[in-house]
């Protein structure tokens, strides 16, 4: 099921009368919270079903598999035992990843690597269907695998309530990466309504759906038209299409995470923050502390410090980023340009580090410089992730810097609309960069609760794009 369908429009509503019905009617404080626990359950399983119904049972397994480790775990007396349970729940769990995700492309890697030294071999392939946000589920499970061995949290006996942890629909299928050490314990509480909190969630579905309707799946059919078919297209226009897709990417993915964490709060939830704007970043470094969070965190604590961090040799210190933005690479996707993409963000940050750029303040022009720099590397690197192959990615970064006649393809009506949602999104994060929203103009409830998503409302009517499809970081 998707955020941007007319069935979520009629399923979301229905889990929130309810979720909030059941409370009003019950009185008792511990039975009341089981039934509602189980509610969200059931709806978040029937969520991910609605794509392809035998594919729960992954996130099932996936589920029982952390569940029984954390348990065994928590009861073994020893840490090699300890650490017995842990390898095996990542190595169960990390073959359901690399069988539905990578063993095509580790196959047709090793048959075209040996094709190309005139051997031939035949390595039988598999035709399934990625299922849809394993990487992001995955990894929540095996965190709190993690977290339990190390002793940050006590492994949770209530298998229903570890489910819903794992599984619980808002960000389900494309994060935030939820901590067990931040939502787990909040299926454990008796939330009561509040309606601050609920209207905050509201106006935050309204802004993730402006930017996934009005920017990303507007900027989507230049990108599309033109990255698909990239013979066809010359200079300005791949330029342009480049362009676009860093809208797009932005939009699309934040936009997710914006309506995810507001559906969370009008249940009583609170999500980690995802996305910190992200385009204002000074450095690449300063980027991944503001794109996708949950994710970059993840791969920090759990990949990059165990290895050493930064309180190791400068030429480790390397090692260790080098290896976390690879492995992010491949997480992201089954393809080399992902991988390349991942490295290039690595060594980019292992430069800034090199040359005191990761930690420098910045001020007046120069800050203006360092975002316009950080923004054209980024820029150059996502040519990368929409590429189709390494082939289409040189030849698109080859024909972005050849001169040639500019056609817009689309027109000038959709370069405007588009170009109108993006500058609404600049703008707003202007002042929430700059933190001109504390002056009383945006604290004024009027503004804020009334006209602010009339205003939304009205712009998603008008600039939306209600045929987009599903969101990019689905396929992760």
């Given at each position: 099921?998707?955020?941007n369908s007319?069935?979520?429009?009629?399923?979301?509503?229905?889990?929130?009368?309810l979720?909030?019905?059941?409370r009003a009617?019950?009185?008792?404080?511990?039975?009341?919270l089981?039934?509602?626990n189980?509610?969200?359950?059931?709806?978040?399983?029937?969520f991910y079903?609605?794509?392809?119904?035998k594919?729960?049972?992954l996130?099932?397994?996936?589920?029982?598999?952390t569940?029984?480790?954390?348990?065994l775990?928590?009861?073994s007396?020893?840490?090699p035992?300890k650490?017995?349970?842990?390898?095996?729940?990542?190595v169960?769990?990390?073959?359901i990843?690399?069988?539905?995700?990578?063993?095509g492309?580790?196959?047709?890697?090793?048959?075209?690597?040996?094709?190309?030294?005139?051997?031939a071999?035949?390595?039988?392939?598999l035709?399934?269907?990625?299922?849809?946000?394993?990487?992001?589920?995955i990894?929540?499970a095996?965190?709190?695998?993690i977290?339990?061995?190390?002793?940050?949290?006590?492994?949770?006996?209530?298998f229903f309530?570890y489910?819903?942890f794992v599984?619980f629909?808002?960000?389900?299928?494309?994060?935030?990466i939820e901590?067990?050490?931040n939502?787990?314990n909040?299926?454990?509480?008796?939330?009561?309504f509040?309606y601050?909190?609920?209207?905050?969630?509201?106006?935050?579905?309204?802004?993730?759906?402006?930017?996934?309707?009005?920017?990303?799946?507007?900027?989507?059919?230049?990108v599309d038209?033109?990255?698909?078919?990239?013979?066809?297209?010359?200079?300005?226009?791949?330029?342009?299409?480049?362009?676009?897709?860093?809208?797009?990417?932005?939009g699309d993915?934040?936009?997710?995470?914006?309506?995810a964490?507001g559906?969370?709060?009008?249940?009583?939830f609170s999500?980690?923050?995802?996305?910190?704007?992200?385009?204002?970043?000074?450095?690449?470094?300063?980027?991944?502390r503001r794109?996708h969070?949950?994710?970059s965190t993840?791969?920090?604590d759990?990949?990059?410090?165990?290895?050493?961090?930064?309180?190791?040799?400068?030429?480790?210190?390397y090692?260790?980023?080098?290896?976390?933005?690879g492995?992010?690479?491949?997480w992201?996707?089954?393809?080399?340009?992902?991988?390349?993409?991942?490295?290039?963000h690595g060594v980019?940050?292992c430069i800034e580090?090199?040359?005191?750029l990761?930690?420098?303040?910045w001020?007046?022009?120069?800050k203006?410089?360092r975002?316009?720099i950080?923004?054209?590397?980024?820029?150059?690197?996502?040519?990368l992730?929409?590429?189709?192959?390494?082939?289409d990615?040189i030849?698109?970064?080859?024909?972005?810097?050849?001169p040639?006649?500019?056609?817009?393809?689309?027109?000038k009506l959709?370069l405007?609309?588009?170009?109108?949602?993006?500058?609404?999104i600049f703008i707003?994060?202007?002042?929430?960069?700059h933190?001109v929203n504390?002056?009383?103009?945006?604290?004024?409830?009027?503004?804020?609760n009334y006209?602010?998503?009339t205003?939304?409302?009205?712009?998603?009517g008008?600039?939306?794009v209600?045929?987009?499809g599903?969101?990019?970081?689905?396929?992760?």
């Amino acid at each position: 099921m998707l955020f941007n369908s007319y069935g979520f429009l009629c399923f979301f509503p229905l889990i929130c009368i309810l979720y909030w019905g059941i409370r009003a009617i019950s009185k008792n404080g511990e039975k009341t919270l089981t039934i509602r626990n189980l509610l969200l359950l059931a709806g978040s399983y029937y969520f991910y079903m609605c794509w392809q119904p035998k594919y729960a049972l992954l996130l099932l397994l996936s589920t029982a598999v952390t569940y029984g480790a954390a348990l065994l775990i928590s009861n073994s007396k020893t840490k090699p035992q300890k650490k017995t349970w842990l390898v095996a729940a990542i190595v169960l769990n990390l073959a359901i990843l690399f069988f539905y995700k990578y063993y095509g492309f580790v196959t047709n890697t090793i048959t075209n690597t040996f094709n190309a030294m005139g051997i031939a071999i035949n390595i039988p392939g598999l035709d399934v269907l990625l299922p849809v946000g394993i990487s992001f589920y995955i990894f929540q499970a095996l965190g709190y695998s993690i977290d339990v061995y190390r002793g940050d949290i006590k492994a949770e006996k209530n298998f229903f309530t570890y489910a819903l942890f794992v599984s619980f629909f808002p960000q389900l299928v494309a994060g935030p990466i939820e901590r067990s050490t931040n939502l787990l314990n909040q299926f454990k509480e008796d939330h009561e309504f509040n309606y601050d909190f609920a209207i905050s969630g509201f106006k935050l579905m309204l802004w993730g759906y402006f930017m996934k309707l009005c920017m990303a799946d507007r900027a989507a059919l230049y990108v599309d038209k033109v990255f698909n078919n990239l013979d066809n297209h010359e200079g300005y226009s791949t330029l342009l299409a480049s362009f676009m897709f860093t809208l797009q990417i932005y939009g699309d993915f934040a936009g997710y995470t914006f309506i995810a964490i507001g559906c969370a709060r009008i249940l009583g939830f609170s999500l980690h923050d995802n996305f910190r704007r992200p385009y204002f970043a000074t450095s690449i470094t300063d980027f991944w502390r503001r794109w996708h969070i949950s994710l970059s965190t993840w791969f920090r604590d759990y990949i990059y410090f165990p290895l050493g961090g930064s309180r190791t040799t400068k030429g480790k210190t390397y090692r260790n980023l080098l290896i976390t933005f690879g492995i992010s690479g491949i997480w992201h996707g089954a393809n080399w340009t992902f991988i390349l993409w991942g490295v290039i963000h690595g060594v980019v940050q292992c430069i800034e580090r090199a040359c005191g750029l990761n930690k420098k303040e910045w001020h007046s022009w120069k800050k203006a410089l360092r975002i316009a720099i950080t923004i054209f590397i980024i820029n150059l690197a996502w040519v990368l992730f929409r590429a189709n192959s390494i082939n289409d990615a040189i030849t698109a970064i080859c024909q972005m810097f050849s001169p040639s006649d500019f056609t817009l393809s689309l027109g000038k009506l959709w370069l405007s609309m588009t170009m109108i949602s993006a500058s609404i999104i600049f703008i707003y994060e202007y002042i929430e960069e700059h933190q001109v929203n504390k002056l009383a103009i945006f604290n004024n409830k009027i503004i804020s609760n009334y006209v602010w998503p009339t205003f939304l409302l009205v712009c998603i009517g008008g600039l939306g794009v209600f045929e987009g499809g599903q969101f990019i970081y689905f396929q992760f």
